[in-house]
């Protein structure tokens, strides 16, 4: 090698080293960008999708701001966020979006989401995430990251149950509508028809010829609750068996724990209205609360008539902090005497169907149900 051609080298070497060096510090920015939460990402003008309340429902603060364009027109599932003691989760378009609760402003932290799974739940120590077809996901706190889970889950279910819904149909699959984990890890899915249960993490699957698939499930001290075609049904062993302890005829709608004990809503067929019920007693017996929110003897009267009658259904019923909090269709109604009576609030001033309602400790969240 002759002297320019060393000259050429000692010039072109640290060239390419420098540009290793650009390339590596890249791909690292790119992937820590990944991982790490974009926070406050707001977007200017989006309003109406979310509103909070800290002082009982008094007033309400839209905390929109931040969240993506496209649910301004289609609004929020109701499979499609939560909350509990952390604050509110939700998820839209390809992130996770998290609200700590208490805030003054409107502040989203955003984590991007790695599949197509749009419903999420509260795990034991996690998110669950989760498609109508079975895919899920799980991320456990403190973590970025999403792993597969219940991956062997339809496999075993259609080998137990090949009933003939539209999911099985199309796909061969057991539809997915409902997981729950309990506090000792046993795994919970409610299907078209049953639920399947795993005491294992998912290894093994049994099924439960229990519910009709659409199942809300709450658990307090050991006792699971959950909502069915026959009403509310009880289960003391983790799942493994469970009792009818209320039912007018017609579906449970919702169950949530309450200082106490649980509340539940169940719908009579009869007069066509939905009830609220309480439980202090681990949900053993029942007491009817909140007859005061119920339609009047005479619009039933005429409703059964066939003459035209309408009127507000109760769709929710939430603990927060001293209160009951009760949505119906046509607001939002608060109790400090455990259902006795019932005080209208002034609700947020947005057009809807009613609200879908969270709560995570004394601050209430409600999602306005814009319809079909």
Not at 45 to 56: E, L, M, P, V, Y
Not at 95 to 110: G, L
Not at 150 to 168: C, P
Not at 213 to 224: A, C, D, F, H, P
């Amino acid at each position: 090698m002759n002297l320019n051609e060393m000259k050429k080298s000692l010039v072109f070497i640290p060239a390419i080293v420098l540009v290793l060096l650009l390339l590596n510090s890249f791909v690292v920015k790119e992937k820590e960008a990944k991982k790490k939460p974009v926070e406050n990402a707001r977007t200017a003008g989006i309003t109406n999708i979310i509103f909070q309340s800290a002082d009982g429902g008094q007033t309400w603060q839209d905390i929109s701001e931040g969240l993506p364009e496209k649910l301004q027109k289609e609004g929020i599932g109701g499979d499609g966020f939560f909350a509990n003691d952390r604050g509110l989760y939700l998820r839209a378009e390809n992130a996770v979006y998290y609200n700590e609760p208490n805030t003054k402003t409107a502040f989203w932290t955003r984590e991007m989401f790695p599949g197509k799974q749009r419903n999420i739940v509260p795990g034991r120590n996690g998110i669950l995430a989760y498609t109508i077809r079975g895919q899920f996901l799980k991320k456990i706190n403190g973590t970025g990251d999403w792993s597969p889970m219940y991956t062997n889950f339809q496999e075993q279910a259609v080998r137990l149950d090949s009933t003939n819904d539209w999911v099985y149909k199309t796909y061969k699959e057991k539809e997915v509508r409902t997981v729950f984990e309990t506090a000792r890890g046993t795994v919970l899915i409610g299907s078209s028809n049953s639920l399947f249960r795993s005491a294992n993490n998912g290894k093994t699957w049994k099924q439960l010829h229990v519910g009709n698939g659409r199942m809300r499930l709450v658990e307090s001290n050991g006792v699971l609750l959950t909502t069915s075609k026959d009403g509310i049904l009880r289960s003391t062993d983790d799942g493994q068996t469970w009792d009818r302890v209320m039912s007018e005829g017609g579906l449970g709608i919702a169950v949530e724990r309450i200082d106490g004990g649980f509340a539940a809503i169940v719908n009579n067929p009869v007069t066509q209205t939905n009830s609220i019920h309480i439980s202090l007693d681990s949900g053993k017996t029942w007491n009817v609360i909140g007859e005061d929110l119920q339609p009047s003897w005479g619009s039933l009267l005429m409703k059964k008539m066939g003459l035209p009658q309408s009127f507000p259904d109760i769709l929710s019923i939430k603990q927060m902090g001293e209160y009951l909090i009760c949505g119906r269709t046509d607001g939002i109604f608060r109790s400090s005497d455990n259902g006795k009576t019932w005080q209208q609030l002034s609700p947020p001033a947005v057009k809807n169907y009613g609200f879908n309602l969270s709560v995570s400790g004394n601050v209430v969240y409600a999602i306005p149900n814009k319809g079909c």
